[in-house]
């Protein structure tokens, strides 16, 4: 019988550290070709809302799964998360069904993973000033995830939401920016994690040797970033399929004529091998476009899978 693991039970069993080191062999599994999937597949359901349909077979693990989810930026003011989903496993061998993973804090975990996989071979080692350009879900998972590679002396937050970013801060030892300028000046890492369909912050804002990580606009018509900020960057991405066929920031920028296609220098996982140099200096721009790949959701949801086995979570249900 499959297994059903709850949300409570999944977070109970991974951890940020254990999965950014997933996530990092995921990713270098990926670019080397052993894991293998499509581009998502996207059904527009309303207005900036889709359903996603993201199946990956890990041939390094032998497990084969897809994630089914639903964006809908929306939610929260309603009380409901912007991102659900669910993650199916099944044995490569027989086919058989083995398990249903509740796959909303998987998102947002291993999200801020691959992050932090980015920060941890593109920042400077010296990266001590954090901005987070956002209040909800992936900011929280970024602020616990990316300190656990770099050892931030600020972190600097700031929302367009100004009730939301002082619950953000609350309890933690962050500064509640009064504009987004004012968080990310002179930032060594900023993090943009937004909902937004139009660019966040402004190239001329940015400094010579800071890391950017943007995790959201994942539609071929939304950005978060200025175009000539991308044209300043070196430009890393998960997947340099889903890039040209998903990220406004990249796309939007070869048809305004800002970069050509070949501007994206390599995928995450070619950077994390050692295929492909990351940051050449301290003074570069470095910019990981965060697409979110099948892959990562189904080494999670396997390695979710195997820790809650091995300790009795979960339930056995019947089908």
Known sequence: MPLWLSETEVREVLTMGELIDAMELALIAFSAGRAVQPVRSVLEI??????????????DGAMLGAKLVTVVPDNPAKGLPSHQAAIVLFDVASGALLAVADGRYITE?????????????????????????????????HLEALPLVRDFREIRAWSPNAARLQQFVAGHNI??????????????????????????IDESWIAPGTHLVAVGACRP???EIDPRLVARSLVVADSRAAAMKESGDILLAIEEGFICPDHIHAELGEVASGAKAGRQH???????KSLGLAIEDVVSAELAYRRAMATGRGMQVPV
Not at 46 to 59: K, V, Y
Not at 110 to 135: K, P, Q
Not at 185 to 194: H, N, P
């Open 282 to 288: 301290d003074g570069q721009i470095t910019l990981f």
């Open 175 to 200: 500064i509640a920016c009064d504009s987004a300028e004012r968080a990310v000046r002179d930032a060594d890492v900023v993090v943009l994690a937004t909902s937004s369909t139009t660019p966040v």
């Open 46 to 59: 309303g207005e900036r809302s889709f359903f996603g349909l993201m199946p990956a077979l890990d041939s």
């Open 221 to 223: 018509t939304h950005r």
């Open 109 to 141: 975990a291993r999200t801020a993973a691959v992050s932090a996989v980015s920060a941890r071979h593109m920042a400077r080692r010296d990266a001590a000033v954090l901005a987070i350009i956002g209040s909800g879900v992936q900011a929280h998972s």
